[in-house]
């Protein structure tokens, strides 16, 4: 007996069968979400950023589709090269459907008008004009002459994806010289499943290698960008409680980096130039973060700033901000929120520009942080800011204790942080025990509808566990896509490029050491060329400098015709 859920879906009815599909479906994509959910929730921890963006992210969201092949090659030989099929069809229809429907779904919702330079005649977004996208004449026009820009990181996350498809020619080329029952074939590739799982282990740890540098160098900010957005959106944490730690370690690198400098200039007699423009990183006027720090802040703020902004006029009322703050879980009085409008409304206009309102965002981001002690706040110039907060930092309304979550009300910037760590684990833990539960009984209820069906259990699989165990990243990247920037783009399509790499190495590495450890046979040729043939495809569409709707509809059009592929193929006598 397995683990999870004991029903065989061999002695239910059809009913029942659909339900099981849908219950443990469901299971999985709940699972799923929770593991991706814990681990974006995890990039808000400044000291976790690094590792948990290089290695946890990439290689947690592998996990639902590794747990489905890893039980489908369980049992007794005679079962498990049945049911392998079923651990194939998840493997391609993860990897196919990533690189189909999701980045045609991105390339549609981030799609701008395309404009071609005069000069060089290459075609670019226009993602600097107002609108972005307008509408086109004909259904042609909307076809060649809206889409996306293809960035730098895209292009190589596209090669990077491609160079790992690798490891499937160890093992498929054994397999296509090999001929002959079961037991010769598994004992031909023997030697080839453990050289793929060699080099799958290798490709994975150097991909994961090359994710943590980029992590830890911050290479990767766009990418924590969009995800605290998208936190912050949700509600998951306030925004002091988000940023607070980030802008700690910002300033203090700048400190740093500033004292560091000066001392070269004056140990090595540079004439404090370089420290001069090093210092001015973190000279700024009172109550005013440093430009970095404002740069920082701007970028995070800047899109939810310009939707509250309602008459379009480029500023907001104090009635504007103090909803803003409390729509982003701050529990802020209104006497507070006078007295932080009165430090950046110089001019007593009762509007507040972007960059003024940074001043208030960071002045309330401080207090927030330093709530529980008020003696640390500095006198402001036009009254007594640190007595106006300390009276009243913990007598908020009746009104404020409803509007905004108890969690957040009660709980310091330090405290959301520890908070947060402590609910991201608990996420983990319940979304992997759930998919290690389920997974099991997964594959054999789309085993029991391959054989109602009449079906290879490879199309059904192919089909259906996807849907369950990639849900998370389909939604997540619509989201950054739909926000129509450069870099929001290039998130949404190299978080798909990265997964299907992770299935190359990853997911791929439990098969092989299925195929070896278990004595199992390799006879998947025809769904192997079709994987390979898909990422080199995509991968070469994203070495273009544009990428139009017409093209992103092509490539949704692989995902049906990569089926058609397999049996076609299969029909011809591969596998």
Known sequence: MGLGPSIDPEEVGLTGLIWLLLSYGYVLYEASNLISEGSELLLLIPSMAGL????????????????????????????????????????????????????????????????????????????????????????????????????????????????????????????WLLHGPEETIAAGEHVWSAIGFAVCMVGLLGYLHLQLRMSTQSEDQDKRMAILKRQLKKGAVSLSGAVAAQLKQKEQNLADAAAQE???????????????????????????????????????????????????????????????????????????????????????????????????????????????????????????????????????????????????????????????????????AAGTILVVLFSDPMVDVMGAVAKRANLPPFYVSFVLAPVASNASEIISSMYYASKKTRKTMTVSLTTLEGAAAVNNTFCLSIFMGLIFFRGLAWQYSAETVTIILTQLFVGGMVQRNTMTLGAGLFILAIFPLSIAMVATLEALGFD
């Not at 004009?129 to 909307?142: D, F, M």
């Open 52 to 175: 948990v963006g290089g290695v946890v992210l990439p290689l947690l969201g592998a996990v639902p589709d590794g747990a489905i092949i890893l039980f489908s090659g369980l049992g007794s030989i005679e079962t498990a090269q049945e049911t392998l099929s079923v651990g194939v069809g998840a493997l391609a229809g993860s990897t196919i459907m990533l690189l189909t429907i999701p980045f045609f779904l991105s390339i549609y919702g981030g799609r701008v008008n395309l404009t071609t330079d005069a000069t060089s005649g290459k075609q670019t977004g226009n993602y600097m004009g107002r609108p972005k996208l307008s509408p086109q004449g004909t259904v042609a026009q909307e076809f060649n002459h809206t889409g996306v820009t293809i960035t730098q990181k895209v292009q190589t996350g596209g090669w990077v994806m491609m160079c790992t498809t690798l490891p499937y020619l160890l093992i498929q080329g054994p397999a």
């Open 262 to 428: 000066y001392q070269q200039s004056s140990t090595g007699g540079g004439g404090g130039v370089g420290s001069t423009e090093k210092t001015s990183l973190v000279s700024s006027p009172k109550n005013y973060p440093s430009p970095a720090v404002a740069e920082y802040l701007k970028e995070l703020l800047a899109d939810a700033f310009h939707s509250y902004d309602t008459d379009r006029n480029g500023s907001l009322d104090r009635n504007e901000v103090y909803v803003f703050f409390r729509d982003f879980n701050e529990a802020i009085s209104e006497q507070e929120m006078d007295k932080l409008f009165m430090q950046v409304d110089k001019d007593k206009s009762g509007y507040v520009d972007l960059d003024e309102f940074i001043g208030v965002a960071y002045m309330l981001i401080k207090v927030q942080d330093q709530r529980s002690d008020a003696a640390m706040l500095t006198d402001t110039e036009s009254g007594d800011l640190k007595t106006a907060m300390a009276d009243t930092a913990f007598n908020e309304s009746e009104e404020e204790e409803e509007t905004v979550p108890e969690e957040f009300t009660s709980l310091s910037p330090d405290q959301q942080q520890a908070a947060i760590k402590k609910k991201a684990f608990m996420m983990l």
